[in-house]
């Protein structure tokens, strides 16, 4: 507005003082008409006034369409492009690091015998000759398996820092979910905890939900640290050892080659074999539990202890395991009922050897002991029963040898030999007969003929398994790898009436194509 005005009243100025030196210039035009060089002078000037009249107009036009003009925002500043080799590194909210990952996965199954499964294969339960099931094989798409977590740090002020984890996948299996048509198969905890880390004195504290201590590592004693089989297959190799279960652990690094760890972890006991008349070992779940899903009794945590060992070359691990047992003889109107309890103990040991280092690893680790069936691939049994009900602790030995290869920066190869055994323990029964697992005068006759008798206690599971990782695409929007899988499991029982010891044999074959986003 105050342009506007200035403009008008200068415009205004003007013409008036075009027209007053107008009149006076034509005042002598009067009286002296003949006096042509005045003529052309004053011409000259009124042309003059004249154009910058034409000026003032124009500017005045100019103002007033500016002013009516919409306002346009200022140009973004331009966002450069990430190279193709750059980090992804998180983000900053305040002092906390949320750095998110996992991968998109579609999978695709073929098995020789048919165990209606998803992408986890189960080894204790591979059909024998006797059912349906032996003389088909199953094929299945799913993407299940793809997986999604998040790194909360906190910093680091040089003396301690902390963080929380969580993993998930959609193997979870709600009694509603099927495949026929939504495919509304639900999220499930894969990991979850919070952990806090002293600089200083090299003790860190872990508690939630995370791979057991009990599983290799490959340097130290540190989650997301863990030495896993590189297989599709979500239930690995037969002879690797591990839970994912809730925990509380404790871990003292003294330098770094030497940590020494002890964790408390979840109970769960799996029992098997036939049971003397009135004894329990499960409770149907209920509350937050599946009622469709029974528990075990369970007393005490699982107790486990590790110290691992870093020197200039190779990582070795030796732990130690105690667990225990309980079952109940219900009682009646004429018997008391009782509690039995019992513990197992197992110890075992790991190493990982760089044979050319960033090329070529082989790794390989056991365990044996009392009670150990759960933190098998396997999962064969741990206990059973005596001719009382009391629990009987089953040994078990488990075995895992690998090597995987680097041959570029892009592909990986695997190889893995494993086994999971378990050793028959029964008692005799006094009216005649046998309790316990592997009794030998169980019929097995059957195990091959469809429709036959056959109800065997698995002695034995061995697999071998091949694969690899071939990374398709790395660049600026993360990586995208294929594998491809095919393993042999032997399922073998234990020896039944007249020595019979039937088996069931299963290939397996797998391809994947994962999907990174924007990670290394």
């Not at 403009?7 to 006096?35: C, D, H, M």
């Not at 198969?185 to 952990?195: D, K, P």
């Not at 075992?348 to 960033?358: E, F, M």
């Not at 007249?498 to 391809?511: F, H, L, R, S």
Request: net charge neutral; proline share 5%.
């Amino acid at each position: 507005m105050l342009l506007k005005s200035k403009l008008f009243f200068g415009k205004r100025l003007i013409q008036s003082v075009a027209l007053a030196g107008a009149a006076i210039a034509f005042a002598p035009l009067a009286t002296a008409q003949n006096n042509s060089s005045d003529i052309d002078r004053l011409t000259k000037q009124l042309q003059d006034m004249q154009r910058q009249i034409d000026a003032l107009r124009e500017a005045d036009r100019a103002a007033a369409a500016a002013k009516t003009a919409p306002v346009s925002a200022p140009a973004a500043p331009a966002v450069p492009a990430a190279p193709a080799s750059a980090k992804y590194d998180g983000i900053q909210a305040g002092p906390l690091n949320i750095k998110l990952g996992g991968f998109l996965e579609f999978a695709g199954i073929y098995r020789s015998r048919n165990e209606v499964s998803d992408v986890g294969s189960n080894y204790n339960a591979i059909p024998y000759g006797n059912v349906s099931s032996h003389y088909l094989n199953e094929f299945r798409e799913t993407a299940r398996q793809s997986r999604l977590s998040i790194l909360v740090s906190g910093p680091d002020d040089g003396h301690q820092h902390a963080e929380g984890y969580y993993e998930m996948d959609f193997l979870g299996a709600a009694q509603t979910a099927n495949s026929k048509e939504s495919n509304s198969y639900n999220l499930r905890i894969r990991n979850i905890y919070g952990a806090y880390y002293n600089n200083d004195s090299g003790f860190s504290i872990l508690a939630g939900q995370n791979w057991s201590l009990l599983t290799q590592e490959k340097k130290g004693m540190t989650p997301r640290n863990e030495l896993i089989p590189m297989t599709i297959d979500a239930q690995y190799v037969p002879g690797f050892n591990w839970t994912r279960n809730a925990q509380v652990r404790a871990v003292e690094k003294f330098n770094d080659a030497v940590s020494v760890g002890v964790s408390l972890e979840s109970p769960q006991a799996l029992f098997a074999g036939k049971a003397p008349t009135g004894v329990i070992t499960t409770l149907t779940g209920g509350g937050q539990f599946n009622n469709a899903n029974s528990y075990s009794f369970d007393s005490a945590p699982d107790l486990i202890a590790k110290v691992s060992f870093d020197p200039a070359w190779g990582h070795y691990e030796l732990f130690g395991m105690n667990r225990w047992f309980k079952d109940r003889v219900v009682g009646s109107a004429t018997t008391t009922g009782e509690n039995h309890t019992k513990s197992g103990a197992s110890v075992g040991g790991s190493v990982l050897l760089p044979l050319i280092p960033k090329v070529l690893e082989f790794q390989a680790s056991a365990l044996t002991g009392k009670g150990a069936g759960r933190y098998g691939s396997a999962q064969l049994p741990d206990a059973t029963f005596d001719a009382r009900g009391d629990v009987e602790t089953i040994r078990e030995t488990t075995v895992l040898a690998g090597l995987v290869g680097h041959p570029t920066a892009d592909l990986d190869l695997y190889g893995y030999v494993g086994q999971e055994k378990v050793d028959s323990r029964y008692d005799a029964v006094a009216a005649g007969g046998y309790v316990g697992y592997g009794i030998p005068t169980i019929d097995l006759s059957g195990c091959n003929t469809e429709g036959g008798t056959c109800a065997p206690n698995t002695g034995k599971v061995s697999q071998a398994t091949l694969g690899g990782w071939w990374k398709v695409y790395r660049g600026s929007i993360g990586y995208m790898q294929v594998g491809l899988q095919a393993s042999l499991t032997k399922q073998q029982a234990l020896p039944g009436l007249a020595g019979v010891q039937p088996d069931a044999k299963m290939t397996v074959g797998m391809v994947s194509i994962r999907y990174y986003p924007y990670q290394n």
